[in-house]
T-cell receptor
Framework: AQSVTQLDSHVSVSEGTPVLLRCNYS??????LFWYVQHPNKGLQLLLK??????LVKGINGFEAEFKKSETSFHLTKPSAHMSDAAEYFC????FGRGSARQLTFGSGTQLTVLP | DADVTQTPRNRITKTGKRIMLECSQT?????MYWYRQDPGLGLRLIYY???????NKGEISDGYSVSRQAQAKFSLSLESAIPNQTALYFC????????????FGPGTRLTVL
């Protein structure tokens, strides 16, 4: 079984300060992990993905995430928040097993608010 | 992503009506998915299809059916809509193999009165 937990349903930061969105996962196999972002009234856009290569993954718009197997975590960070980063963020795990029907499991989402 | 389109974008209907949501993609992907999004619950998988002849139930398929008319088209039907099917519905596609990155359509907001 696999699951993903986003530890904060809401995060609020000031513009120009760092962003940390936390995600823990459980998976019986080596997972693929993703972060997606959803801006208001928009579809989901892929921010970044981890697929067993480098543990520090860089994505679009200055975001990055670090895969830590010992902590089963995949936290999303950005050094300096911008107003345009205000959105909902989803951590997603994909079972990556030979012969398995691969499916994505979504976290419940973290709403990021950026204050001026 | 403009490569994945959904129609309609918004729909209001009444309890008991049959509704079809349509999804088309120009990405050339074999795999297509339907999800629903409810506040605080993330996205949950309704149905998925790995090719035209392969359709599978997801986590919450009760009350829904699908049709894969062609590689590029995947429709979701609510045979008899009920109010708790009010949600935002997303279609997604992915390529066979690779990292399972999924590409999402813009969503359909469905309200069942």
């Amino acid at each position: 079984a696999q699951s993903v937990t986003q530890l904060d349903s809401h995060v609020s930061v000031s513009e120009g300060t760092p962003v940390l969105l936390r995600c823990n996962y459980s998976s019986s196999y080596s997972p693929s992990l993703f972060w997606y972002v959803q801006h208001p009234n928009k579809g989901l856009q892929l921010l970044l993905k981890y697929t067993s290569a480098a543990t520090l993954v860089k994505g679009i718009n200055g975001f990055e995430a670090e895969f830590k197997k010992s902590e089963t975590s995949f936290h999303l960070t950005k050094p300096s928040a911008h107003m345009s980063d205000a959105a909902e963020y989803f951590c997603v795990v994909s079972l990556f097993g030979r012969g398995s029907a691969r499916q994505l499991t979504f976290g419940s989402g973290t709403q990021l608010t950026v204050l001026p | 992503d403009a490569d994945v389109t959904q129609t309609p974008r918004n729909r209001i209907t009444k309890t008991g009506k049959r509704i079809m949501l349509e999804c088309s993609q120009t990405k050339g992907h074999d795999r297509m998915y339907w999800y629903r999004q409810d506040p605080g619950l993330g996205l949950r998988l309704i149905y998925y299809s790995f090719d035209v002849k392969d359709i599978n139930k997801g986590e919450i398929s009760d009350g829904y059916s699908v049709s894969r008319q062609a590689q590029a088209k995947f429709s979701l039907s609510l045979e008899s809509a009920i109010p708790n099917q009010t949600a935002l519905y997303f279609c997604a596609t992915s390529a066979t193999g690779g990292t399972d990155t999924q590409y999402f359509g813009p969503g359909t907001r469905l309200t069942v009165l």
